[in-house]
């Protein structure tokens, strides 16, 4: 069946640096690939999303690309910001009705 | 941006006890769900709802779980008798219908803890 299979955490990264969290996925037809946001205390939140193979999602400086030859949506930010410490989700959606979601990558960011 | 809420944040039973989590959609959105994360596990599909009936539902909905929209604004999920396995972080999320606005909105969540 589909799934996401997302990068374990934590990550601790100092403010500036160069962030990558890994994501693949396995899917039977053309997926939706999707990162989500959870700050503390709030739900998850659309960070980007990308629709078919080769588009780029991005938003707030981040980035993933869809890659259908390695079955994988990385996602990127060139310079952290502490403001960016949260927990990050992959997800996918085959149908548009369901959606599958990785287990979460927290992302400490320290000043 | 408009939200989901769900009510309590927190919700901490007994075993055996009946629970009932609640959520008020989005007001224009006509799909809905509930998702569950056990601590360090996967963000796991419970349920989608639509037109007043389940869409689909995942092999842990079992007969311990019921899922109801009694006035037209809220979405609640019954956990009838609960076992110790069902602590977890429960999502509502809730979308519009169209396939070409595939966003998901999340509620902030309710922590059952089961004793």
């Known amino acids: 069946g589909d799934s996401v299979t997302q990068m374990e955490g934590p990550v601790t990264l100092s403010e500036e640096a160069f962030l990558t969290i890994n994501c693949t996925y396995t899917?039977?037809?053309?997926?939706?690939l999707f990162w989500y946001v959870q700050y503390p205390g709030e739900g998850l939140q659309l960070l980007l999303k990308a629709t078919k193979a080769d588009d780029k999602g991005s938003n707030k400086g981040f980035e993933a690309t869809y890659r259908k030859e390695t079955t994988s949506f990385h996602l990127e930010k060139g310079s952290v910001q502490v403001s960016d410490s949260a927990v990050y989700f992959c997800?996918?959606?085959?149908?548009?009705?369901?959606?599958?979601f990785g287990t979460g990558t927290s992302l400490t960011v320290i000043p | 941006e408009p939200e989901v809420t769900q009510t309590p944040s927190h919700q901490v039973t007994q075993m055996g006890q009946e629970v009932i989590l609640r959520c008020v959609p989005i007001s224009n959105h006509l799909y809905f769900y509930w998702y569950r994360q056990i601590l360090g596990q996967k963000v796991e599909f419970l349920v989608s709802f639509y037109n007043n009936e389940i869409s689909e539902k995942s092999e842990i909905f079992d007969d311990q779980f019921s899922v109801e929209r009694p006035d037209g604004s809220n979405f609640t999920l019954k956990i009838r008798s609960t076992k110790l396995e069902d602590s977890a972080m429960y999502f509502c999320?809730?979308?519009?219908?169209?396939?070409?606005?595939?966003?998901?909105?999340f509620g902030s969540g309710t922590q059952l803890s089961v004793l």
């Open positions: 999320a809730s979308r519009r219908l169209d396939r070409e606005d595939e966003k998901l909105f």
């Open positions: 899917a039977t037809g053309y997926p939706s």
């Open positions: 997800a996918l959606s085959d149908t548009g009705n369901q959606f599958y």
